[in-house]
Structures are given as structure tokens and as C-alpha cells.
């Protein structure tokens, strides 16, 4: 049995295109007879708070901090947990703005920990995360893979290889608002990209 992780961060609600990629790529490993445990996060409802000066250092250790920034730490505790406890982290990754969403950034901001998800060393950083991986979900307005203006793919992949996840699979569906046909022919390669990564698994 594989436990996922499931991060919606689209403020589009039911409207979102990444989250209906992400439900039809759950639905397809549950047809090909993969034994799925899925917990959903909806990052656009959690309301998580946002990195600040206080929290940043109540994060690395420090005491003396407020009530809000206490109940920040132990949500980043919680969070935390149910990342290292999963087998795979699902991540809904919309482009807006040429970024990801300001719900993601949150989230990566609360789990990103000095001591707990890496540490440093004489060198380099060393992840803590171990034995997950990673898939993200990613629609785009335009066509944005390859060139200078995909922040979101680079950003991913280094933060979530800061924190020990290097084994990151991307599922892009791009050309959403071009027309006269570019979201019919997105979702269908976001599909035909997510139904291939899939039968690689049961192959």
C-alpha cells in the first residue's frame, strides 16, 4: 500500500483545472489496482500563516516566542509528519504569475526546517526527508516548459531536493488558454503523461 500525500494549492476551487488532473491521475492508479491510501490537503483553505521574522526563528529553536508563532511551529510539526509518514507527495503546482501558488510557497516554508527536514553540513545541505518521492501536477496559460519563464520547475525541484526528495516526476499540461484548442489538448497530454508514469509502475 502506497500513502499519499495529496497538496492542492489552486485557488480556483472546483474550477481548477490542476486539481481535476490530480483526481483523474488518483482515479487511474486506482483502476489499474494500486493499493492507494490518500490523505488531501487543501492549501487554499488552510489559511497557513505566513513566514515571518518571529516564526522563522521559532522554527530553528528559539523560545521565546508568542502564542501565534507557538501554534505556527506545531502546525509545522504536524505537517511535517504526515510528509515523512507518506510514500508519495502529490503536488497540485498551478502556474500563476510565472511561480507556483502563494499557498505552496507557505506550505514548502513551514516544512522547510533547519534540524528537522535538512541539515547543514561542511558542504552541502543534507535532506531528512527520507523514502518519499514525488509528483507534480502542473497547468500553465501558456507554453512555458524549457524556458526562462518556468519558475515553478526549478523551484520545486530544488526545494524539495533540500529536504530529501530527488525522486520528482512532473505532469504538465500547458497551453491552457490558447486557443482555439489549447486546454483540450493539455489535459489530454497531462492525461497521456500521468496513464504512461503510471503503467511504468505495474510494467
Known amino acids: 500500500m502506497n500513502k499519499i500525500l495529496v497538496l492542492k494549492s489552486s485557488i480556483m476551487g472546483n474550477n481548477s483545472q490542476t486539481n481535476t488532473l490530480i483526481d483523474t491521475y488518483l482515479t487511474e492508479r486506482q483502476l489499474k489496482g494500486l493499493n492507494d491510501e490518500v490523505e488531501i490537503r487543501d492549501l487554499a483553505k488552510l489559511n497557513l500563516p505566513v513566514l515571518n521574522n518571529e516564526l522563522f526563528n521559532s522554527m530553528r529553536g528559539v523560545t521565546d516566542f508568542s502564542e501565534k508563532a507557538f501554534n505556527a511551529v506545531a502546525l509545522s510539526d504536524k505537517l511535517i509528519a504526515e510528509l515523512k509518514g507518506s510514500d508519495i507527495v502529490v503536488i497540485g ?73 530527488t525522486d520528482v516526476e512532473f505532469i504538465y499540461a500547458e497551453g491552457m488558454d490558447m486557443k482555439p484548442d489549447g486546454q483540450k489538448q493539455g489535459i489530454a497530454n497531462a492525461n497521456a503523461n500521468a496513464n504512461a508514469k503510471i503503467a511504468s509502475l505495474i510494467a
Open 93 to 165: 503546482a498551478p502556474m500563476y504569475n510565472l511561480n507556483v501558488p502563494t499557498q505552496l510557497k507557505n506550505w514548502f516554508d513551514l516544512v522547510t526546517r533547519a534540524g528537522v527536514t535538512f541539515k547543514y553540513t561542511e558542504t552541502y545541505p543534507m535532506g531528512l526527508v527520507e523514502g518519499v518521492r514525488a509528483v507534480v501536477v502542473s497547468s500553465r496559460g501558456g507554453i512555458h516548459l524549457g524556458q526562462e519563464t518556468d519558475a515553478v520547475t526549478p523551484y520545486l525541484k530544488s526545494v524539495l531536493g533540500l529536504i530529501g526528495i
